[in-house]
């Protein structure tokens, strides 16, 4: 019983007994078999759902070369698969001229049943791999094409590149931003494109990196272009074949000119800023020093003056504060000078401090070992003064913030503990962000909401100039506890 799938074979003799025997082995095949008599009737019944067609080549009407090459030139029919049957024309160059003609194969009469349902479907098999081939191609070339045009109507530039660092494609903002200086030309080096845009170097140069690792790299560039220099953040993607090994690099970039250029202006904008603030903060602090230690004040004077003094110490904290993150911004890093002092020391009287400053609160020191080596002085007791306000800001006034350390022949671990409400989980990989200010502030605490939220991320510049680090867990069980670790100077 043939199914509605079974392949559809066109049976084309003038033989009634041939065509017949033909068509009845086929049929047992499991085939649906259509027969005609001649070359025009064979050509009236071919069309779209023919996948075979046995032809005679001697026909009565129109020889079988003839009707093979008209069934081939036909858009209806020029995917159906030919095979040639004959008892007359059998030599070699009867077979080659079939075959010129279009005929997928060639076999001679008197044919063996089974040779001729084996040729069938091998024949068939044959069409099926092709026509997957054929729909696996288009669906490969339909997604090219959508990649290709994503990738040109991207906003920003990208480029891929082979396991070689050869450019494969660009885009067309790719091309704008350097097709004149022939840099995303397919097929162009690494190398190539170093010698014709110097500026790449950077770029040439995490390429290099991500293809020999196969790890993302990122990086930056200014290139020089019509509207001036332009600075680009480029992302370098590779991916890996099945082997593991690079297969392709997806370089994508971005212009962030205008950002940079804000975010400089801004940061050259605090740096004069908390610099000439500095002049009229100190003459209003000698002065109201003067008073103080002139005395005859009343009482309400005596305030007035504590309380200018007060003002103009927690200003001028700030406007170091300022300074020391322009400078990190803009100048590399907060500038330290090492000399030979005791961590622990530092920490004992940063912490009397504090204690001193805050009255009502606990503050609790514990250290072990020796805390001799070489680092800044002024600049630890300044983190550990932000560690600590820190700590007192977030956390109830009951409740003891501690400070404990140990040293090693490597290095020193100090760590400051409270236990107020945990750092959220969303603000905790921004702790030591610039301009940050936590949302958990105790209430009660009267200076909580004070600062400009730069403590924090000055504490870690100032362990990343002396080769340190700091690092921070928050829990609702454990409280908050920030690590300093320093190496020995």
């Known amino acids: 019983m043939m199914s509605p799938s079974s392949p559809v074979i066109l049976n084309v003799n003038d033989d009634v007994a041939s065509r017949y025997v033909t068509s009845r082995v086929l049929g047992l095949a499991g085939y649906q078999v259509v027969e005609a008599g001649s070359g025009a009737e064979a050509l009236t019944l071919a069309d779209e759902h023919t996948d075979l067609v046995i032809l005679d080549v001697r026909l009565p009407d129109i020889s079988g070369l003839e009707v093979c090459r008209q069934l081939k030139s ?48 091998a024949l068939l098999r044959l069409r099926r791999a092709e026509r997957k081939v054929h729909a696996l191609s288009e669906e490969v070339e339909h997604q090219r094409r959508l990649l290709a045009m994503a990738m040109a109507s991207a906003a920003d530039p990208m480029a891929l590149y082979d396991a070689n660092g050869r450019l494969l494609f660009a885009n067309q903002v790719a091309h704008s931003a350097r097709g004149e200086r022939g840099v995303v030309t397919p097929g162009i080096s690494l190398a190539e494109q170093e010698a014709k845009d110097p500026a790449l170097a950077p770029f040439v140069r995490m390429m290099g990196v991500a293809l020999s690792t196969g790890q993302v790299q990122r990086g930056a560039v200014i290139l020089e272009t019509g509207r001036g220099p332009r600075h680009y953040d480029f992302t370098l993607s590779p991916a890996l074949g099945a082997d593991g090994r690079v297969a392709a690099v997806m370089a994508t970039a971005r212009d962030v000119t205008e950002e940079r250029s804000a975010e400089e202006f801004r940061e050259q904008f605090i740096g004069m800023l908390g610099h000439d603030l500095r002049n009229p903060l100190n003459a209003l602090s000698m002065s109201a020093q003067q008073l103080k230690r002139k005395g005859n004040l009343d009482e309400r004077q005596s305030a007035l003056t504590e309380r200018i003094l007060t003002s103009a110490e927690r200003m001028d904290r700030m406007i170091r504060q300022l300074l020391d993150f322009a400078r990190s911004r803009l100048g590399g890093g907060v500038p330290v000078v090492a000399s030979d002092c005791d961590v622990f020391d530092v920490a004992r009287r940063t912490l009397e401090e504090m204690r001193a400053s805050h009255p009502g ?86 200076k909580a909401a004070s600062g400009l939220g730069l403590g924090l991320y000055i504490t870690r510049q100032i362990l990343l100039a002396h080769g340190g680090e700091v690092t921070v867990e928050s829990s609702s069980g454990n409280g908050t506890t920030f690590t300093v670790r320093l190496p020995r100077g």
């Open 74 to 121: 036909s858009p209806h029919t020029r995917d159906a698969l030919v095979l040639h049957l004959s008892a007359q024309a059998v030599g070699p160059g009867d077979r080659a001229q079939g075959l010129e003609h279009g005929a997928d194969g060639y076999l001679v009469a008197p044919v063996d049943p089974e040779e001729l349902v084996a040729q069938v479907h």
């Open 361 to 446: 609160r606990l503050l609790v020191l514990e250290v072990v070992g020796d805390g001799r080596g070489s680092w800044d002085l002024d600049r630890l007791e300044q983190a550990f003064s932000n560690l600590l306000a820190n700590a007192l800001k977030y956390s109830p006034g009951d409740s003891p913030v501690r400070m404990w350390g140990e040293a090693n022949g490597q290095g020193v671990v100090l760590r400051v503990h409270n236990g107020g409400p945990p750092i959220p989980p969303d603000e905790l990989p921004h702790v030591f962000a610039a301009w940050r200010r936590g949302s958990r502030a105790v209430q009660h605490e009267s």
